[in-house]
């Protein structure tokens, strides 16, 4: 029969599960503690690498001060079963130059900006001379061509 289970996380002892009969079968090791041969997400993407469809092998656990009864969780995956992380094709990366030109062009001037426009307030998809002009932008001063 499994103990109640735990309301507040205060050590890194209460973290500590290999055989994961209080995590529902998913072993559970403290934070830092993780054997050889299994890491994190962002570990893997670090190494080129992907889970690969696999669902997680085990969890980190992490007391939290503030939230107690809710410990910070990092799912673990074994490095043996990884594959390569996916590359973009030549056509997905035609696809992305597109878009993110289409985001360049100012919709007042239908100028290429030279910079991702923000479709947010104050440039709401104008480049800053003409979001400036439009006086959206407080203390716009336009530049002058000194020659």
């Not at 529902?24 to 889970?51: E, I, M």
């Not at 030279?114 to 006086?135: F, H, L, N, Q, S």
């Amino acid at each position: 029969m499994n103990p109640r289970p735990r309301t507040r996380w205060t050590s890194a002892a209460h973290c500590w599960d290999e055989t994961g009969e209080h995590h529902n079968g998913t072993p559970t090791y403290p934070w830092g503690h993780a054997p050889a041969g299994l890491v994190t997400r962002r570990q893997l993407r670090a190494l080129g690498l992907a889970p690969g469809g696999h669902d997680p092998v085990a969890q980190m656990l992490r007391p939290r001060r503030r939230r107690p009864a809710e410990p910070l969780t990092a799912y673990l995956y074994d490095i043996t079963t990884a594959v390569d992380k996916r590359t973009p094709t030549e056509r997905q990366h035609v696809a992305i130059r597109a878009m993110n030109r289409a985001h360049r062009i100012c919709i007042t001037c239908r100028t290429d900006a030279g910079y991702r426009i923000p479709k947010t307030p104050p440039c709401e998809g104008d480049c800053i001379d003409c979001a400036g002009v439009a006086g959206r932008i407080e203390g716009y001063q336009p530049e002058t061509d000194v020659a």
